[in-house]
C-alpha cells in the first residue's frame, strides 16, 4: 500500500519514511504543504500522514480542499496541539484520526493500519455510477453496459467529478481547479479537449449519450430525459 507524508521537520519526517518503508509500505515524503497537496491531489494514496503546523499551507487547509475535491483519502493528522477544540475542528473537517506529538511509533503504525482495514472495507463497497455506467472506485476502473473502457488518470478523475455531480452543470473553472489544480485560462481548450476524448470513449459507441454539453455553462452527465 501506498502512503504519503506531509511533514516539514526532517528528522520526524524521515523517521517516519523509514519506518513505515521497514513496515512494509510503499512511502512518499514531503517536507511542506505545496508539495504534499500536488502530491495528494495528482497521485493515488491509501492513506496520507499530514502535519497540521506547516510553514507554507497548514494541514487544515490542506485537508480542507482535499475533500472539497472529492479526494476521501484517510488522512491521520500529526500535530503539536493538544486541546480538544483543535482535535474536534481537525475531524470535523474530514480527518479521520488525530495523533498528538510526541508519540511513540508503534501507536502510529497500529492506527495506520487500523485506517487502512477501514479504508480497505470501504472500498470494497465503493462505487458510483449512472445508468450502465459504471465506476469502480478502489481499482480506477469503468465499465459501460458490461464492457471495460480504459481511461487515463485524468479522464477517471474528469469522469468521477461528473459522476459524483450528476445532473449538476460544472462550469470549465470548476473542472480545471479539481482535475487539473490550475485555474482556468479562458483561452485554453485543454478541457474541451478532455470532455471530448472523454466523450468517444464513454458515449460514442452507446445509443443513450450521458455527457452533456450546456451551451455557455460548462458540461455535465446525466440521463437524456435530464437534458437542459
Given at each position: 500500500?501506498?502512503?504519503?507524508?506531509?511533514?516539514?521537520?526532517?528528522?520526524?519526517?524521515?523517521?517516519?519514511?523509514?519506518?513505515?518503508?521497514?513496515?512494509?509500505?510503499?512511502?512518499?515524503?514531503?517536507?511542506?504543504?505545496?508539495?504534499?497537496?500536488?502530491?495528494?491531489?495528482?497521485?493515488?494514496?491509501?492513506?496520507?500522514?499530514?502535519?497540521?503546523?506547516?510553514?507554507?499551507?497548514?494541514?487544515?487547509?490542506?485537508?480542507?480542499?482535499?475533500?472539497?475535491?472529492?479526494?476521501?483519502?484517510?488522512?491521520?493528522?500529526?500535530?503539536?496541539?493538544?486541546?480538544?477544540?483543535?482535535?474536534?475542528?481537525?475531524?470535523?473537517?474530514?480527518?479521520?484520526?488525530?495523533?498528538?506529538?510526541?508519540?511513540?511509533?508503534?501507536?502510529?503504525?497500529?492506527?495506520?493500519?487500523?485506517?487502512?482495514?477501514?479504508?480497505?472495507?470501504?472500498?470494497?463497497?465503493?462505487?458510483?455510477?449512472?445508468?450502465?455506467?459504471?465506476?469502480?472506485?478502489?481499482?480506477?476502473?469503468?465499465?459501460?453496459?458490461?464492457?471495460?473502457?480504459?481511461?487515463?488518470?485524468?479522464?477517471?478523475?474528469?469522469?468521477?467529478?461528473?459522476?459524483?455531480?450528476?445532473?449538476?452543470?460544472?462550469?470549465?473553472?470548476?473542472?480545471?481547479?479539481?482535475?487539473?489544480?490550475?485555474?482556468?485560462?479562458?483561452?485554453?481548450?485543454?478541457?474541451?479537449?478532455?470532455?471530448?476524448?472523454?466523450?468517444?470513449?464513454i458515449d460514442d459507441d452507446f445509443?443513450?449519450?450521458?455527457?452533456?454539453?450546456?451551451?455557455?455553462?460548462?458540461?455535465?452527465?446525466?440521463?437524456p430525459d435530464g437534458r437542459l
Amino acid at each position: 500500500m501506498k502512503l504519503l507524508i506531509v511533514e516539514d521537520e526532517v528528522k520526524t519526517g524521515e523517521y517516519l519514511k523509514q519506518g513505515l518503508s521497514e513496515a512494509g509500505f510503499v512511502v512518499d515524503l514531503a517536507h511542506n504543504g505545496l508539495d504534499g497537496y500536488h502530491l495528494a491531489m495528482t497521485e493515488r494514496y491509501d492513506l496520507v500522514i499530514l502535519d497540521v503546523m506547516l510553514p507554507d499551507v497548514d494541514g487544515l487547509r490542506i485537508l480542507t480542499s482535499l475533500r472539497e475535491a472529492g479526494k476521501e483519502v484517510p488522512v491521520l493528522f500529526l500535530t503539536a496541539r493538544d486541546s480538544v477544540d483543535d482535535r474536534v475542528k481537525g475531524l470535523e473537517l474530514g480527518a479521520d484520526d488525530y495523533l498528538v506529538k510526541p508519540f511513540v511509533f508503534a501507536e502510529l503504525l497500529a492506527r495506520v493500519r487500523t485506517l487502512l482495514r477501514r479504508g480497505a472495507n470501504h472500498a470494497a463497497e465503493s462505487g458510483v455510477g449512472i445508468a450502465d455506467l459504471k465506476l469502480d472506485l478502489a481499482r480506477r476502473r469503468v465499465t459501460r453496459g458490461g464492457r471495460r473502457i480504459h481511461l487515463t488518470a485524468k479522464e477517471f478523475a474528469l469522469l468521477e467529478l461528473l459522476v459524483r455531480r450528476q445532473g449538476e452543470v460544472l462550469p470549465r473553472s470548476l473542472i480545471a481547479s479539481q482535475v487539473w489544480d490550475m485555474n482556468f485560462d479562458s483561452d485554453s481548450n485543454v478541457i474541451d479537449v478532455a470532455i471530448r476524448r472523454l466523450l468517444a470513449k464513454i458515449d460514442d459507441d452507446f445509443e443513450t449519450k450521458l455527457i452533456q454539453t450546456v451551451r455557455g455553462m460548462g458540461y455535465m452527465i446525466d440521463m437524456p430525459d435530464g437534458r437542459l
